[in-house]
C-alpha cells in the first residue's frame, strides 16, 4: 500500500507504486476549483484568489506506473483534454498473481473516488498541484 503522508512528489509516488509487492494500477482524479453555488460577486473575486468554494472533479484517467514518465507528461497529457484542473488525486490499486489491474477493474474504484472527492473526504488519497507539488489534507 501507498502511503500518501510519506511522499514528498510525484517521482516518490512512481517509484513507491513500482516497488509494491503486486503491480499496481494508478488512479487518477483532476478536480477543478469552483465558487460555491451561491456565492455572490465578491465571493466569486475571492475564489479566484484561492479562498472558498469547492472541488469539482472533471477528468479522470487510470495508469500502470510504467506508462507514467512524470508529472510534467501527465500535465500535457492532461491538458490535451482541454479541461482545465487545479488538483490531481491518486489512489492505487493492486493487482494480483502479478498481474496488474486492467482499466475495467479500474472504474469502479475510480467512481469511489470521485464520490470521497464530492463529500470531501480527501485525506486518504495522494494530492498534488498542477505544479507538482504535494497537498496535505486533514
Same mark, same amino acid.
Given at each position: 500500500m501507498i502511503v500518501a503522508d510519506n511522499l514528498d512528489g510525484f517521482g516518490a509516488l512512481l517509484e513507491a507504486a513500482r516497488r509494491q509487492e503486486e503491480p499496481q494500477r494508478l488512479l487518477f482524479?483532476?478536480? +477543478? +476549483? ?30 500502470? #506506473? #510504467? ?7 501527465? /500535465? ?11 488538483? /490531481? ?32 473526504? /480527501? ?10 507539488? /504535494?497537498?496535505?489534507? +486533514?
Amino acid at each position: 500500500m501507498i502511503v500518501a503522508d510519506n511522499l514528498d512528489g510525484f517521482g516518490a509516488l512512481l517509484e513507491a507504486a513500482r516497488r509494491q509487492e503486486e503491480p499496481q494500477r494508478l488512479l487518477f482524479v483532476f478536480a +477543478r +476549483r469552483e465558487p460555491d453555488h451561491g456565492a455572490v460577486s465578491a465571493q466569486r473575486t475571492r475564489r479566484e484568489g484561492d479562498k472558498g468554494g469547492y472541488l469539482q472533479p472533471c477528468l479522470c484517467v487510470d495508469k500502470t #506506473p #510504467p506508462e507514467i514518465a512524470d508529472f510534467a507528461a501527465l /500535465v500535457a497529457e492532461s491538458d490535451q483534454t482541454g479541461q482545465h484542473w487545479d488538483i /490531481v488525486f491518486v489512489g492505487g490499486l493492486a493487482g494480483r498473481g502479478g498481474i496488474p489491474p486492467n482499466s475495467d477493474e479500474a472504474a469502479q474504484p475510480l467512481r469511489f473516488m470521485v464520490n470521497a472527492i464530492n463529500d470531501g473526504r /480527501v485525506a486518504q488519497f495522494a494530492a498534488f498541484d498542477r505544479e507538482g507539488n /504535494v497537498l496535505r489534507f +486533514r
